[in-house]
């Protein structure tokens, strides 16, 4: 991931550095195993342990003559080591070491990752129980449906992420197998009590059944957790920028001190941030169509999915950690517009009070087709502004002697639409 949507802690898991540290180390600790076991002397381990380093750049230099990035990694370490460094990979292949570090590093990672989706979780309910009790209109298909509050919309995204949150987590656990099971996973150098022993040293489990590589359903299992909650960001950042347009602007996204909206239009505030997050998402999601095809290898094992996963699984972790940050900033600094929202609840001459009068025709005797109907009829003269919806009901022939004042007091009071909120946020966990 280029360097602008990238943050450092992450990124420098998917650094050579990290990389070729975690080789070393799942090489030590193989030894180290053997040692236990008197299949190396204890003496050649302690200078394995004492000298075994590795430079980056000259790792690269034999990979420009050998072209094979393991090799020269041994090739590199054996230099340093001398005559003991013979037992290092000793009865190991290539996917040994890399497709255990490749595990390693997806679960440092996704740590990473499940830290960030607490930290916007708290952001999420802050602003949810801020506004619990703050009326906004809810739409569907973009047309204004029925009150609710700005609160319940944090709290939905609050349960998103806590989805989202587990989901991660059992991707973790799920990509958190290592394997030393050689060319085509029979053990047939290495024995499965060293590999589970190794493992155990390295905080994984061992691959119950391996080819040459671990099978990658376990790494699209994972790839597919940081697409949802890319999609996740997605549609938070769409809501947000649907909210922000000029016509509604019932809540904005910061806009800090000194920027600047425009080349040409010094009014535009625009929400930028949110947009970078519906744009970088999509990098992470199409990044998943191409781990799902990753999992149809030959045989044993090919090499085709090598060379995609250099570049997916570091651009779409460091470009998920990038955007969660981005978006608890979003979330911490929102501007919200109370005002806006009752502006907007208003600005239809109540045509969300018409399911509430309907079910009160149909409660009076009336069929529901001639209440629908009924209802309908007023509602299209209220779009045309001929009055609003009560004043309309007020004047009907059809509804007179049916409902008294009392009842349409009930019906049209917008607190009516929000007398369960408190229970949504208890089940939500969030009161």
């Not at 309910?125 to 319940?152: I, N, Q, Y």
Request: hydrophobic share 40%; net charge negative; proline share 3%.
């Amino acid at each position: 991931m280029i360097d602008r949507y990238s943050r450092p802690e992450i990124s420098k898991i998917w650094d050579l550095e990290n990389k070729f540290r975690i080789w070393l180390d799942i090489e030590i600790a193989v030894c180290e195993v053997y040692a236990g076991r008197g299949m190396i002397p204890k003496e050649d381990l302690a200078i394995i342990k004492e000298k075994a380093d590795f430079d980056v750049n000259r790792i690269l230099e034999i990979e420009n003559e050998v072209h094979h990035d393991v090799i020269a990694f041994l090739t590199a370490v054996n230099e340093k080591v001398g005559p003991a460094g013979r037992h290092i990979h000793y009865g190991l292949t290539s996917s040994d070491i890399g497709d255990t570090a490749l595990s390693i590093q997806m679960r440092q990672s996704g740590e990473i990752l499940v830290k960030d989706v607490d930290l916007l979780m708290e952001a999420l309910k802050a602003r949810a129980l801020e506004f619990k009790d703050t009326p906004c209109m809810g739409r569907s298909h973009g047309v204004h449906a029925e009150p609710m509050t700005f609160g319940v919309k944090m709290a939905l995204y609050h349960e998103e992420f806590r989805r989202n949150r587990q989901r991660l987590v059992t991707a973790i656990e799920n990509i958190s197998f290592g394997k030393l099971s050689g060319a085509v996973g029979t053990f047939s150098n290495v024995s499965p009590e060293i590999e589970e022993e190794v493992c155990t040293k390295l905080g994984l489990k061992p691959d119950p059944v391996s080819t040459q590589v671990i099978q990658r359903d376990r790494h699209a299992e994972f790839m597919a957790a940081l697409a949802i909650t890319a999609g996740s960001l997605d549609q938070l950042a769409t809501e947000i920028r649907h909210l922000q347009r000029t016509e509604v602007r019932e809540i904005e996204e910061p806009f800090q001190k000194g920027q600047k909206g425009s080349s040409a239009m010094p009014h535009k505030r625009n929400p930028i941030l949110s947009e970078r997050v519906t744009g970088l998402s999509r990098v992470i999601k199409a990044n998943m169509n191409v781990a799902l095809d990753n999992i149809t290898l030959w045989h044993e094992r090919d090499i085709s999915h090598s060379s995609a996963e250099r570049v997916i699984m570091p651009d779409s972790t460091i470009a998920l950690d990038y955007l969660m940050h981005r978006m608890i900033f979003i979330i911490n600094n929102l501007h919200v517009y109370p005002e806006n929202m009752m502006d907007n609840i208003n600005r239809t001459g109540g045509l969300f009070y018409s399911q509430s009068l309907l079910l009160k025709l149909i409660e009076k005797g009336l069929s529901r087709e001639d209440s629908y109907k009924l209802v309908q009829d007023m509602a299209m003269r209220v779009w045309k502004r001929e009055g609003t919806l009560r004043e309309l009901t007020e004047r009907e022939p059809a509804v007179a002697g049916k409902i008294s004042k009392e009842e349409l007091d009930v019906i049209f009071n917008l607190q009516r639409y929000l007398k369960n909120i408190d229970a949504i946020y208890k089940k939500a966990g969030l009161l």
